[in-house]
Each structure stands twice: as C-alpha cells, then as structure tokens.
C-alpha cells in the first residue's frame, strides 16, 4: 500500500517555516560574512557572495529492484518480473549542473530511468507478444541551503521539483484480468532533503578526498524517496578549477496512483518500485 505524502496544509506550514529559517540565515550570512567591505570604513570594496559551480557526468548500472501494480479495492497485484517481464538491469547516463552564490545553490538535473519487458499474450493469438514499460525520465530542478560552511564543505538542506512525471503503460492480457492497453500516470514529485558534502581545502601531492551523502522524501505529487553516498579523489586546484572521479550507491523508491478502467469500471491503481544501482562519475568543479 503506497505511503500518502505529508497534507496540504503542513505543506504550507512546513514551507513558510523553511522560506522564514532561510530568510534569516541568509540575511545573517550575507551582514556577517558576505558583505563585510559595507562595515569597513577603510575598505572602499564591497566583498561579494563566493561563487562556485560544478558538473558532472555519472554512468549508472541500475537494477528495478522490485515493481508491483495493485488493485487496492479488487485486492489484486502483479510483480514486474513474474507478470510483466521488465527486463531489471539497465545502464544509463545521468548529467548535473550546479551554480552557488554564498549558501545558495542551484542545480539541474537529467535522469534517465526507463525498463520494458515482452512476454507471451493470454487469449490473443494473433497478438502472440505484449510489452510493458515503467519510464521515469527527465529534468528536475533543485536547490540547496547550506546551514553549515567550511572551506568548500557544506552540510545543508535541499529542495528539489520534477519537471517529468512517471508512467506504467502494458499491452499484456493476463488472462482476465483485462490490462491489454492500459497506461497510469503519476504526478510531478516535490521533495526535501538533507546533504553532507566533504571538499577539502587541503592535499597531498595535489590530491585530496572527496566525499557526498544526500537523501530526500516526499512533500507533494509523486512519492519519491532517494539518497545517495559517493566517495572519491579530486585533482589539485587550478585558476580553471579541478576535476575528481567518484563512484556510489544509489537507491530511488517511487510510489503514485492513477485511475484506470478495469472491466469497464474506473478504479484506484497504484504503482510502486524501487531502483538501486552502483555508479561512477566525472567532476568538475570551478
């Protein structure tokens, strides 16, 4: 049974008192920190918000750990594999672009999760293959607040909007249970989060570490839980910036509802899956 997200009015609540906290760090930050040349009297230069940016390139080997379609009301569920025959494994490519003035980062986001499967009709034999297919692709916009800054390390609080929905469409006929044709759509996904992110400042023979652990959960739409941990090593730092190589896990849960017609009648239909996979990136930081 899929976990209903937070309701609407502790929706509001929850932002205003995110948009009140950042206001007023970010006010604290900017007289404390940012804008230090406005309280120098000697100082004729106003000091500006630090700016960074970054980009990445990440191959993901993903495995669907497990998908299942649920009638609640008729009491009825289909497995992915056993039902639908989605193929688990699958390589994809992932991109990243962030900007960040002071505290304040901005990112965006292309992620590619797509699984089909074929298998042998129920009842049509002129139809002798069906296929499914879960896709889960698109951009999604997000934005972080750093609450704790030290060097270029950070641990902060992230938002993040889907610009993409997902879907399940199958043209499979299990036998009567009449599911030749039909499609469900999730809604777009809002959520918050977390972030921890190790950068430093420091090296051995132009080599340091670097390290990241995010994770998010649902707020509005499509209930998307996700977290991520990576580790890797950065090159020394040039006037052109630097790049590292990192690898990770990450695992995404998705969870949305649709109406669908079964046997000529509208009914509630949910979808939940789960998706791991181990991935390698390129960075490049500026």
């Given at each position: 049974?899929?976990?209903?997200?937070?309701?609407?009015?502790?929706?509001?609540?929850?932002?205003?008192?995110?948009?009140?906290?950042?206001f007023h760090?970010?006010?604290?930050?900017a007289?404390?920190?940012?804008?230090?040349g406005l309280?120098?009297?000697?100082s004729?230069l106003?000091?500006l918000?630090?700016?960074?940016?970054?980009?990445?390139v990440?191959p993901i080997w993903?495995?669907l750990?497990?998908?299942?379609?649920?009638?609640?009301s008729l009491?009825?569920?289909w497995?992915?594999?056993d039902?639908?025959a989605?193929?688990?494994d699958a390589l994809?490519?992932?991109?990243m672009?962030?900007?960040?003035?002071?505290?304040?980062?901005?990112?965006?986001?292309?992620?590619?999760r797509d699984?089909?499967?074929?298998?042998?009709?129920?009842g049509?034999p002129?139809?002798?293959f069906?296929?499914?297919?879960?896709?889960?692709?698109g951009?999604?916009l997000?934005?972080?607040f750093?609450?704790?800054?030290?060097?270029r390390s950070?641990?902060?609080?992230?938002?993040d909007?889907d610009?993409?929905?997902?879907n399940?469409?199958?043209s499979?006929n299990?036998?009567n249970?009449?599911?030749?044709?039909k499609?469900i759509?999730?809604?777009?996904?809002?959520?918050?989060?977390?972030l921890?992110?190790?950068?430093?400042t420091?090296?051995?023979?132009?080599i340091?570490?670097?390290?990241?652990?995010?994770?998010r959960?649902p707020i509005l739409?499509t209930e998307?839980?996700?977290?991520e941990?990576?580790?890797?090593?950065?090159?020394?730092?040039?006037?052109?910036g630097?790049v590292g190589?990192?690898g990770?896990?990450r695992r995404?849960?998705i969870?949305?509802?649709?109406?669908?017609?079964f046997?000529?009648?509208?009914v509630?239909?949910?979808f939940?899956?789960a998706i791991?996979?181990?991935?390698?990136e390129?960075?490049?930081y500026?």
């Amino acid at each position: 049974m899929i976990k209903r997200g937070f309701p609407r009015v502790y929706f509001i609540i929850l932002i205003a008192g995110v948009g009140v906290f950042l206001f007023h760090a970010g006010m604290n930050s900017a007289v404390a920190e940012d804008f230090t040349g406005l309280r120098d009297a000697f100082s004729p230069l106003l000091s500006l918000p630090r700016l960074e940016a970054e980009a990445r390139v990440t191959p993901i080997w993903t495995r669907l750990l497990e998908a299942k379609l649920v009638v609640p009301s008729l009491q009825l569920s289909w497995d992915s594999r056993d039902d639908f025959a989605l193929e688990p494994d699958a390589l994809f490519l992932d991109c990243m672009l962030r900007i960040q003035v002071g505290r304040l980062s901005f990112r965006t986001h292309y992620n590619m999760r797509d699984y089909k499967g074929s298998t042998v009709l129920t009842g049509l034999p002129n139809r002798p293959f069906g296929e499914a297919r879960f896709d889960y692709t698109g951009m999604r916009l997000g934005g972080d607040f750093d609450v704790l800054q030290w060097g270029r390390s950070r641990v902060g609080v992230n938002m993040d909007y889907d610009l993409y929905v997902p879907n399940f469409t199958a043209s499979i006929n299990q036998g009567n249970s009449a599911l030749a044709g039909k499609q469900i759509n999730g809604t777009a996904a809002l959520t918050l989060g977390i972030l921890l992110v190790y950068n430093p400042t420091f090296s051995f023979y132009g080599i340091s570490g670097v390290g990241e652990a995010r994770a998010r959960w649902p707020i509005l739409g499509t209930e998307v839980t996700d977290w991520e941990i990576c580790a890797g090593l950065k090159s020394a730092e040039t006037a052109l910036g630097s790049v590292g190589l990192r690898g990770g896990y990450r695992r995404t849960s998705i969870a949305f509802h649709d109406t669908e017609t079964f046997n000529n009648v509208g009914v509630s239909t949910e979808f939940d899956a789960a998706i791991g996979g181990w991935f390698g990136e390129m960075v490049y930081y500026y």
